[in-house]
């Protein structure tokens, strides 16, 4: 994933003479660039001390569904994909931009896998995240309420979940 970000990072600052897109190309990919940092920074903000870079879930997590969460399971990689597809793009590197969109999705891939199956080991995510998307919102798909903690009598758990 880190030399992913590299190459990325790379491809939008290396020089390229005469390759530009439409003005009108640039200011959408420099709208999806603002996107993603701000859906980034409402992730960061919902999990608080919870965010991290790494696909880890910590014995005492919980799950988080407001925020992002509401709409989709994986918010955080939904704003990866668009920096790797926005910000090459916003320079005039769309064959870059296609090239790493492909790579980061190979990457994410197994990351993503992973870290589902850590997710299901806490009681209740399958239930809370049933019906919601893991990348891109729908009409009508939202995350269930919180589930319940581990501490709470079965008749609060069944009426949580």
């Given at each position: 994933m880190v030399a992913a970000h590299v190459a990325l990072f790379a491809a939008s600052v290396w020089p390229r003479s005469g390759r530009r897109v439409s003005r009108s190309v640039e200011i959408a990919a420099l709208i999806g660039l603002a996107a993603s940092t701000g859906l980034r920074l409402w992730v960061i903000r919902t999990l608080g001390a919870s965010w991290n870079a790494t696909a880890h879930v910590s014995?005492?997590?919980?799950?988080?569904?407001?925020?992002?969460?509401?709409?989709?399971?994986?918010?955080?990689?939904?704003?990866?994909?668009?920096?790797?597809?926005?910000?090459?793009?916003?320079?005039?590197?769309?064959?870059?931009?296609?090239?790493?969109?492909?790579?980061?999705?190979?990457?994410?891939v197994p990351r993503i896998r992973a870290e589902e199956r850590l997710l299901d080991a806490i009681p209740g995510y399958r239930e809370a995240f049933r019906g919601v998307p893991r990348f891109v919102p729908r009409p009508g798909r939202r995350s269930g309420q919180t589930p319940a903690s581990n501490n709470q009598s079965l008749a609060e758990r069944s009426r949580n979940v």
């Open positions: 014995p005492d997590s919980r799950i988080e569904t407001d925020g992002p969460y509401r709409y989709v399971r994986h918010p955080n990689y939904v704003a990866v994909a668009l920096e790797f597809a926005c910000l090459p793009t916003a320079v005039g590197a769309v064959p870059e931009a296609v090239a790493l969109s492909i790579v980061n999705a190979a990457v994410l």
